[in-house]
């Protein structure tokens, strides 16, 4: 458990969050319809994510 | 249970204190840290007060236009069935500003503009003065029928309580220097707070050398589990923050933005006018926008700025024009209308900075994807009140922290002391 973690394991999941985070934020900009649906998606990714550690019960 | 087990059997003795071996394996060059370390908590703490009231007086304002249906501030032309707004000729502007001039006779026009999302309605401004810096009242115009929906003073209301708070702190009116310093406030509190974001994210990194990402230490002491919730909320919507943090600096900057364009283009547009006498008749409005939409056919009219008010000089309408679609739709082109003849007389493109400020600003705002973008920008926002809230408890439990201590923090280990006892404890 005292093992350090890669840099690799420490950023990919946050690197990925905000790339869809960013996805999203753009993709409304870009265009109505589909677009807002993928910006929905994308955005609600973040909010998921935190939902599932805040909820999960303790490891 | 496993990882349990190894964790207390790793504890070694329970007098040694946790940080010794943490400082070791666990501390990376621990002066750039520290600096950083340093930054995000002073940037933090400048800002967080601000931010906590930039993030509450924002939450209504995601869906003030909702808000303002409610309160009837906003009413929307009725549904008419049949009634194609392309075909039909449109009631008249001049009709409008007839009426709403006989409505306020002691008021003027400062503008008449179309809702970007009601392409049925018009709206006409009005100021107290001749060259008013903010409109004190409007009225909303059917646009197929010409009929008044609405006559509103503006300047008043909870909403507009919340949006000074949230644009000025009521420093001073707009446009006043008193109004911009308190804009210009607010917009170091947010360039306070991008450092801290930034910074935030750059301790993230080697604090989470030890911890699996999304690690909620709960069965520790709270210090703990909200530091560990700090860290999760924190790297999770800082994407999210940091649009939204950037866009609002640049927000605080949109009136000197526009005062700087006015100075330089558009009274270049109208430089030649300058010093003659001003017309005392007018060209129909109704002809006139008729002229910028022959100027710019592919584009519509926003809004259509009066002779004499701020943009327009005295001889001129200016028209102001945009796209159809949602990022054009942001965009505006000055058409410039002789206000006698009502004949086109010149148009031009916007500035690169007014360009970027117009993009800027739905992302500001969430305004841009329908209600589940406003949404989901709401909860954002409450997460992000819960995320300045545990940095300002993480700081106020422990401002002596040693970054030795804070270290031992960082390590799944620490506590394991307490949470052996706490393990004893019968369930």
Same mark, same amino acid.
């Given at each position: 458990?005292?093992?350090?973690?890669?840099?690799?394991?420490?950023?990919?999941?946050?690197?990925?969050?905000?790339?869809?985070?960013?996805?999203?934020?753009?993709?409304?900009?870009?265009? *109505?319809?589909?677009?807002?649906?993928?910006?929905?998606?994308?955005?609600?990714?973040?909010?998921?994510?935190?939902?599932?550690?805040?909820?999960?019960?303790?490891? | 249970?496993?990882?349990?087990?190894?964790?207390?059997?790793?504890?070694?003795?329970?007098?040694?204190?946790?940080?010794?071996?943490?400082?070791?394996?666990?501390?990376?060059?621990?002066?750039?840290?520290?600096?950083?370390?340093?930054?995000?908590?002073?940037?933090?703490?400048?800002?967080?007060?601000?931010?906590?009231?930039?993030?509450?007086?924002?939450?209504?304002?995601?869906?003030?236009?909702?808000?303002?249906?409610?309160?009837?501030?906003?009413?929307?032309?009725?549904?008419?069935?049949?009634?194609?707004?392309?075909?039909?000729?449109?009631?008249?502007?001049?009709?409008?500003?007839? $009426?709403?001039? $006989?409505?306020?006779?002691?008021?003027?026009?400062?503008?008449?503009?179309?809702?970007?999302?009601?392409?049925?309605?018009?709206?006409?401004?009005?100021?107290?003065?001749?060259?008013?810096?903010?409109?004190?009242?409007?009225?909303?115009?059917?646009?197929?029928?010409?009929?008044?929906?609405?006559?509103?003073?503006?300047?008043?209301?909870?909403?507009?309580?919340?949006?000074?708070?949230?644009? *000025?702190?009521?420093?001073?009116?707009?446009?006043?220097?008193?109004?911009?310093?308190?804009?210009?406030?607010?917009?170091?509190?947010?360039?306070?707070?991008?450092?801290?974001?930034?910074?935030?994210?750059?301790?993230?990194?080697?604090?989470?050398?030890?911890?699996?990402?999304?690690?909620?230490?709960?069965?520790?002491?709270?210090?703990?589990?909200?530091?560990?919730?700090?860290?999760?909320?924190? !790297?999770?919507?800082?994407?999210?923050?940091?649009?939204?943090?950037?866009?609002?600096? !640049?927000?605080?900057?949109?009136?000197?933005?526009?005062?700087? +364009?006015?100075?330089?283009?558009?009274? $270049?547009?109208?430089?030649?006018?300058?010093?003659?006498?001003?017309?005392?008749?007018?060209?129909?409005?109704?002809?006139?926008?008729?002229?910028?939409?022959?100027?710019?056919?592919?584009?519509?009219?926003?809004?259509?700025?009066?002779?004499?008010?701020?943009?327009?000089?005295?001889?001129?309408?200016?028209?102001?024009?945009?796209?159809?679609?949602?990022?054009?739709?942001?965009?505006?082109?000055?058409?410039?209308?002789?206000?006698?003849?009502?004949?086109?007389?010149?148009?031009?493109?916007?500035?690169?900075?007014?360009?970027?400020?117009?993009?800027?600003?739905?992302?500001?705002?969430?305004?841009?994807?329908?209600?589940?973008?406003?949404?989901?920008?709401?909860?954002?926002?409450?997460?992000? !009140?819960?995320?300045?809230?545990?940095?300002?408890?993480?700081?106020?439990?422990?401002?002596?922290?040693?970054?030795?201590?804070? +270290?031992?923090?960082?390590?799944?280990?620490?506590?394991?002391?307490?949470?052996?006892?706490?393990?004893?404890?019968?369930?």
């Amino acid at each position: 458990m005292n093992r350090l973690l890669s840099t690799r394991q420490i950023w990919d999941t946050p690197v990925v969050l905000t790339l869809v985070s960013a996805g999203g934020l753009l993709s409304a900009l870009l265009g *109505d319809g589909i677009w807002d649906v993928f910006s929905w998606a994308a955005l609600s990714a973040p909010v998921i994510v935190i939902g599932w550690y805040v909820a999960r019960p303790a490891v | 249970m496993l990882k349990r087990l190894f964790a207390a059997k790793g504890m070694g003795a329970p007098c040694r204190p946790p940080s010794f071996e943490s400082r070791e394996s666990a501390m990376p060059t621990s002066g750039t840290f520290k600096t950083w370390y340093l930054v995000h908590k002073w940037t933090s703490l400048v800002c967080t007060v601000f931010l906590l009231l930039l993030c509450l007086t924002g939450l209504p304002l995601i869906f003030g236009e909702e808000i303002d249906h409610l309160l009837g501030d906003r009413v929307d032309p009725p549904d008419m069935p049949g009634f194609a707004s392309s075909r039909t000729p449109m009631a008249s502007l001049d009709g409008m500003v007839e $009426a709403a001039k $006989a409505r306020r006779p002691d008021e003027f026009i400062r503008s008449v503009s179309q809702p970007r999302d009601m392409p049925d309605a018009w709206n006409v401004s009005m100021g107290l003065i001749p060259v008013a810096m903010e409109s004190s009242a409007r009225l909303t115009f059917d646009a197929r029928t010409g009929e008044l929906l609405l006559d509103r003073n503006l300047q008043q209301g909870v909403m507009y309580v919340i949006t000074r708070l949230h644009v *000025d702190l009521f420093t001073g009116p707009a446009g006043t220097l008193r109004g911009l310093a308190g804009m210009l406030f607010l917009g170091s509190m947010g360039l306070s707070f991008v450092v801290s974001i930034v910074s935030g994210a750059v301790v993230y990194g080697p604090y989470m050398r030890k911890l699996p990402f999304g690690t909620v230490r709960r069965e520790r002491a709270p210090r703990l589990k909200w530091l560990d919730l700090h860290n999760l909320l924190g !790297i999770v919507v800082v994407g999210w923050a940091l649009v939204v943090g950037v866009t609002g600096v !640049i927000n605080t900057l949109a009136r000197p933005m526009f005062s700087y +364009w006015q100075s330089t283009e558009l009274a $270049a547009m109208t430089a030649p006018w300058r010093g003659k006498p001003a017309p005392t008749t007018f060209a129909s409005l109704d002809r006139a926008v008729q002229a910028a939409r022959a100027a710019e056919p592919t584009l519509k009219v926003a809004t259509v700025v009066f002779p004499g008010q701020k943009n327009a000089g005295n001889h001129h309408f200016m028209v102001f024009m945009r796209g159809n679609t949602p990022l054009t739709l942001r965009l505006i082109k000055p058409v410039l209308i002789d206000a006698q003849t009502g004949e086109f007389t010149d148009k031009r493109d916007m500035p690169w900075y007014v360009t970027a400020l117009r993009v800027s600003q739905p992302l500001h705002f969430g305004d841009y994807g329908g209600m589940p973008l406003q949404i989901l920008w709401a909860v954002l926002d409450l997460i992000t !009140i819960v995320l300045l809230g545990s940095g300002l408890y993480l700081w106020w439990q422990k401002r002596q922290t040693s970054m030795e201590l804070l +270290w031992a923090e960082a390590d799944p280990n620490h506590n394991v002391v307490l949470s052996a006892t706490q393990r004893m404890a019968p369930r």
